[in-house]
């Protein structure tokens, strides 16, 4: 397969995956009608480098240890109570002035470490890579760096793409939106940050 190919199949396949409903959408919502369209780029910056550390870990051998079970249950209970935890802060708080400015280079740096954070608590984003990302690795590794390369800018090009236009799209109808509709608005994405750690846990532990 031709490095257009690895990049172009990479990318179609990511998207899909991103279109999906899942804890990191449900925050990118959350943060995008406080602080604008930055918030999902942000926030697939931090995902962004989980995966490039994990495709360098993949690389190296970790997939095994990524495939077994036992993993996959400590990456479940793990992962759902941190969903709990966001879910609860998520709720907790008020619905603020949606006016307000935010300073820009804490809620970079938090924005950034929340994506790291709601990706990796995610065991299906895990499973994803070592099945999905494990074999397209396969494939992108006989044409080595540029391969490697193509498949990874490939995947992290429809997660952008995806995420900023969620946040673009909501930051520009957010004017419409006033603090109550936000604070339902912000409890439906922590019910549902909620639920799908509970349903994690469970599913660990059953």
């Known amino acids: 397969m031709n490095l257009f190919a690895i990049a172009s199949t990479s990318f179609i396949v990511a998207l899909s995956g991103a279109l999906s409903p899942g ?14 369209a930055r918030a999902g780029p942000l926030l697939i910056t ?4 989980l995966e490039f550390l994990l495709v360098i870990l993949l690389v190296a051998g970790f997939g095994t240890y990524l495939k077994h079970p036992v993993f996959a249950k400590i990456s479940s209970i ?9 879910a609860f802060n998520m709720m907790q708080k008020s619905a603020p002035d949606l006016t307000a400015q935010t300073n ?3 809620f970079a740096g938090s924005s950034i470490f929340n994506g790291i954070v709601v990706s990796l ?16 690795l396969s494939i992108a590794l006989p ?4 391969g490697i390369s193509a498949f990874f800018l490939g995947h992290i090009s429809a997660d ?10 909501i930051s520009k109808g957010k004017q419409k939106i006033t603090p109550r509709i936000y604070g339902v608005i912000s409890a439906c994405c922590g019910i549902f940050l909620g ?7 469970t599913k660990a532990v059953i």
């Open 195 to 201: 639920i799908f750690g509970i349903f994690l846990i």
């Open 78 to 86: 793990v992962g759902g109570c941190l969903l709990l935890w966001m």
């Open 104 to 106: 820009l280079k804490n």
């Open 160 to 169: 952008f793409l995806w995420y900023a236009t969620v946040s673009f799209s």
């Open 121 to 136: 608590s995610n065991p299906y984003w895990s499973i994803w890579w070592a099945t999905i990302g494990l074999t397209y």
């Open 46 to 49: 931090g995902h962004s480098i």
């Open 143 to 146: 044409r080595g760096f540029s």
């Open 23 to 36: 804890p990191l959408l449900a925050v990118t919502v959350n943060r995008s009608l406080v602080n604008g």
